[in-house]
């Protein structure tokens, strides 16, 4: 009974202190707001509710350190006591922003990058410029295997004299397709004149706009958009917690991960019971705060134990605790060293972190060590509600199928092959495109979703998913497929 | 503080009010609840959690012009000052209802139309009858194009002397499947005596029914059913503007708005931060109620800034704000200019926007002005968050998109007529259906599925359903399985 | 007002009753949670927001029949009066656990199986083991057509010298795979000693660990884990009764019941309104705790009307509310009497419900008597919200898909069999397996994949689901394309 009258007296205090006086703002940020409460009212009321809009970097900074969500001590002073607002962010920044422009006297710059939040926020800015997904765009668009994956796919096909062509590629449709996650290249292209509420106004005209991809090239030369999880203009914790916000990037057949984890135990505990959770808690309580995890809880949060010891720290660069990579090529394979992976070739001069008959091109990959460090990250966010019985079971399983469907892929590989070599299919040798072809999309479905998927739902226990539903059945399916169109197609 | 402590005044007083002194009901309506309490209890004490049930006419018709949500000023003195109830709905019309039956006797009606609820909700009434929704039977029944289509996915096939023959089509199939969103006909085909907890009773036997497709024809002649959204009997405003009631009809490969929906970036912070969001105010405020669009935002719902500037009227024609018509037949063409489309014919005589090949049928679709002025309708909505940058950015993404998937239907459509040509597959010339065989199912799922899909992710931000999730994957492999099928199965 | 004076009173009343006096635990399960609160932080805490943490078994038992959830009457002293805790779960047991071992002085078993929960839930037991459900293991893995399937799906392929050929079976695949829901066999097989934070400790080692399946055959010899949807440690009833834990092995093609949910109106209503839901109350009352079904409601739960009478009993057999079995096999067929459906043998000696053609194994199915109980008793949940009229269509048109399924899945067959006679497939004359080629597995996909969508779509409104979305569409084209093999691979 006590606890819950004091709980009703923190409550009062608190809303006495956040209704009475909210911390200032800088002028710049009045000055923006002025105007835009009308013409962009949306993103005006979404930020008043922002934790932006309501403590300053003074007194986030000030908070012990497993509660801070700032990771700077030298928060420049003009911004210290001031909530962090449009100017803060749209005006101050480390690097030099091209799509800088004059806007009614102020400098205003229309893409926020990481380097911007770095400005509070560069130990999560370094961290995320290790992760992969930070070079997404180039480990995509600059490995001419990937490109011409890319290509054949968005590109428009035309029929006549029998035969398909398939067109140039279309930069809008690469930016609407692939581009939408892996990120754009954002360029200033001129300015343009608007008619406006106040008048005529110029604005820059922007190239790859919108979006919000996790490589989007920026106007600075930064990488990645904090943006794409952490979505405007309310930055909330909780948004960012929970799994819909992953599913954008991670629910195709490519990569099911959201998927996957819906149908998961884990995802179903999450659907059960997450309306009596508690999202916005730093640091992230196990049992606590939450009693499954979302994809933030094994990926990138801060979790302790309900008595304060840390059970994970938090990271930016995700793939420290992974140590496989299970999907992204057409084998899976030890995670790169590098998150750009386009320095990577294998023996036979291609792009590529494996052979394609599966090998790794080791020296551009992680140890077998390292492999295991990771691992161990890993589990140790598992051991805070499993048992390690359990948890070894587990991970065994999850080796097993990255074998099998290894295996599974080389069967496929080998039925190319043999297809290009007996003229079912005109393959590298015929210096012909090896994906435009049915066959050859047949062999690309069955690692890019089949093997996939059977992976994603054995790493977390989508059942389904590594069964029936874009899992096993249609690795042994495809392969079938295969085999007749080999047969069918074969010239000699 | 202040607006705290008023606050909670507030809540008290309108407490005791709603708890104090329901409004009246209707002797009639009280004899229906007498024996209905108990013997369809769900659907009573669904009834008493809603508005219906709370407000009476005269009470909505009182409020100021954004917060009313009648939209007649003269409605019947009889039902003004009480309640809402069973028998309003179901025994007061404005039509002539063949369903109508003596129940205890009262006279009642078992299927409320949209001519029902016009007593009350005119404007809505009209607005919808101009919504290409409220056609949905007879645009498909009375197509003949169309309905070859239901007729071959419908019909059971049998398989006798090495050929399939596709059977009658079955009535009870049609309404399970096709009829289930488009609507039956709901017809009184006579009346059958039951035994009931209060001796034995005569109802009337209704053919097509259940039913409550968005074009079922009603037994008062009117066409569709409020309540497909308006979910009976709590008909809860805050069910409607949630996108799982769009689900019920806009999920599947043909038209994968909700899906699409579920992992854009919209559809993220919904998914995050919905239960914040307050879904029952009337107008609907942009920032503050909501800070991400659902479904009926965009498409239906009345927006207002916080400073009470109306930034979208309700509608419910809904195409009032779609330029295109991205989905629903062989190629993305503007809107027909009528809801009733089955007066639409091409050059070729054939009931379709479009001819085989794509050139719209343009006297019967809306013109370029019409489409810039519902293209900026929709803007509007758009540009109460983002800038014109960005929203010029996302359209023209959207228009690219429209003619990349026209331009992948035609080809796949030139290798279809390759197909009849050369005898891989019989279509019009040989008087055979052109939606019975393989090659000929996988030319529809081209439009169908793939550049459906495609159009939708473009237009709400859909990723990989552009990508690899019956997007631009599909469309480019789908032509090669095509490919492949007139190559091996070419008779000449 | 009043009212909510006195909710006000209780709520405190309650609170202080729940945090003033816990009942008390036994020794053994403090001294558990002294290591445990450490070791397995998140299970402790979620066991603590459990049910079982604060009820004891005196407690439950003393409620009023229909309040009560536990179902014995003679629990045993030792646990009556202490809430049940880790000890009287994972220590006490009815049968002899294999897998229990010295723990720091106790006897721990670590697999808690239905035996176990029987302790207190003895009813719920002996349903559930009268469950098809509960012999999912043996069901699947001692029934040899179905076992062949497993195999093809889940081995490793190799190509060599143009063939293809399936290796042995992989325990690890088939566990991860259809065992991850059908359950797997937990066998102790040895033990092993680990460094723990407390020193070295010795703890068995199991076989099919982890494993939460239906069918699990436990180290006691009972069969299933109440685990599966009573998720654990909070158990708590709100999950289970929950669509989305039914989802965890419901969603796939096989058997999309959740998928077709929902985009079901029901499914909608639980989108749009299960906020304002009461999911926690026993009994659960129609329209006063929630206004649309979910899983639970229809095939599990006990249901009363807002006056208290019984709507339907709870069952934890499911089946008796089911006269079809509409997945599971070759065609929909009457419910098997008995849940060992190994017993099963057809005319032909094959263990099938149905012959190859169709025709029910009539003997070992429930009648028509029978088969029209379950429907009435399935009725008597509709009828709570729906007219007799409405429910009668609905169920007429169920009807109606599982013969119109049935047949084009005995279509499907024929074309299989002529396959087979001609040369196009190798089949059962000729000592081959039947799942192994790509045109039999076009066959099976006709039955498990696009029979059965269409089925669960009809029986619970899942639209597009027996349309475009795995339904006639896909049982339509599917034939055609087997069609076209079986012209282009024939070989007489």
Redesign the interface.
Known sequence: ?K??VLTVLVVLLF??MA??ANPPMSEETEACLRCH??V???????W??SRMARVTPAAARSMISKKRRVSYDCIPNTIERIVVGCAECHSISIGIHDDTFDHNGFPVH?VVTPDDCAVCHPVEAEQYGKNIMSHAYGNLQNNGVYRALVD????????QH?K?TPGRP?E??D????L??HGTVVQVQGATT?PTAFGDMS????SG??N?GVGRINPDGSKGSCAACH?RH?F?I???R????C???H????VPA?KVY????H???????R?EWNFKAVPWT???DF?APTCAACHVSLLV???G?VISERTHQMNDRLSWRIFGLIYAHPHPKSPDTTIIKNRAGLPLPTELTGEPSSEYLIDAAEQEARRANMKGVC????????VD??F??LE??IH?TN??TL?AT??LL?AWDQGAARGLAQKDSIF???LE?KWVEQW??FANSTRF??AM?G???????N???YL??N???M???L???RKR
């Open positions: 009974m606890q819950g809303w006495g209704g009475g409460r009308s962009t009212p949306g993103i005006v009321a979404d008043e509710r229309v054949e796919t968005n590109a428009v096909q035309t029929f029998g398909t279309n809008q449709t930016a609407d397709a692939c939408y996650c608007r604005f820059p005209v922007l706009w919108p919000q979505t309310q909330a909780q948004m960012a929970k799994p819909s916000t599913s954008e990037c629910k195709g057949p490519d959201y819906e149908v998961s135990k995802g179903n505990v999450y659907g059960g019971l309306d196990v049992g606590k009693s134990s309900p008595d010891e051991l805070s509600c499993h048992g390690a019985n359990w079971g587990q065994a399983r097993n199928t099998t295996d599974m069967t080998k039925i043999a435009n072809e049915a999309k890019l979703f739902a054995s226990m059942a389904d998913y590594g069964s029936f539903d899992g096993r059945w042994s399916k392969i079938q497929e085999m007749d169109l047969e069918l197609k």
